[in-house]
């Protein structure tokens, strides 16, 4: 609740991305997750401000409190920002800290209408389109709501050049990508995304549809620092190794041109 309300108190100043990168990064004294999130942080934020002009357009989905939308702000002042995020409160937030952007109060997937979204009551975090619990329902703590459902194509017009967009659906980027393949073909943006596989998912079938999802639309897959380092792009077997289940899986990618 303390950090929610010091983030809050930062939140659309010029303290907002550094005091929230240091916060993630004194969670690393946890280790495990905690260190790999600071790791996945900091990538983003330096890959942004490698391919963002001052007039790029973003979109950030699952937004949150805005630590990416944050810098997306600073760094292109002259774009145009979306921002997609389900859970009202969040999106209020979002408006109020954020007013430049364009704040969407909807899920994303690869159809529009009304569906269930699995909200939990204390970390908005773990909430998600999909179930996280190893039994294939709700996490404890969690309850259903029906929530607006858009595509990123639909909501995307089809003459903003996109640069940059970046995904963390809690499992549900397989989807997200399906519906955002005619503007992933059209403007070949990077994509950060977080690669989380459900516990009930099938690790390879998910991987395999979410490489052909990218790769049809002309992008490559990178590990974060490999491509801020010059390192060559993963190749598909590559790709689908590292990710799955296991704790030394790796759930962050970038696509790009």
């Known amino acids: ?3 929610a309300a010091i983030e809050d108190l930062v939140a659309g100043t010029r303290f907002d ?14 280790g495990g997750h905690a260190s790999r999130s600071f790791r996945y942080k900091r990538a983003g934020l330096a890959i942004m401000r490698r391919v963002l002009a001052p007039d790029s357009n973003t979109v950030d989905v699952g937004a949150h409190r805005g630590f990416y939308l944050a810098q997306a702000l600073r760094l292109s002042p002259h774009g145009r920002h979306l921002a997609i995020e389900p859970i009202r409160e969040l999106a209020a937030a ?10 969407h109060a909807v899920a994303l997937a690869d159809r529009c209408g009304e569906v269930p979204f699995f909200r939990h009551a204390r970390s908005a975090g773990l909430s998600s389109l999909v179930g996280w619990d190893p039994r294939g329902g709700p996490l404890p703590g969690t309850r259903l709501e029906l929530v607006p459902v858009r595509t990123l194509d639909a909501l995307v017009p089809p003459d903003l050049p996109l640069r940059f967009l970046k995904i963390d659906g ?3 980027h397989d989807a997200i990508l399906s519906g955002a393949r005619a503007t992933l073909a059209r403007w070949r943006p990077f994509v950060f995304f977080y690669h989380r596989v459900p516990p009930t998912a099938d690790a390879r079938s ?13 992008l490559r897959l990178s ?8 390192r060559p792009a993963l190749d598909r077997a590559g790709f689908l190794s590292c990710t799955g289940h296991g704790p030394d899986s790796a759930w962050c ?5």
Not at 94 to 103: I, S
Not at 253 to 257: E, G, R, S
Request: without cysteine.
């Open 253 to 257: 990618f970038l696509a790009h041109p």
């Open 206 to 218: 998910l991987g395999e549809r979410v490489w052909a999802a990218l790769a049809e639309s002309g």
């Open 94 to 103: 979002l408006r109020r800290h954020y007013p430049r952007a364009e704040v």
């Open 1 to 3: 609740m303390l950090l």
């Open 223 to 230: 590990d974060p620092d490999d491509w801020l380092a010059g």
């Open 17 to 30: 991305v550094p005091a929230r990168l240091g916060f993630a990064a004194l969670a690393t004294l946890k």
């Open 170 to 172: 809690m499992g549900a």
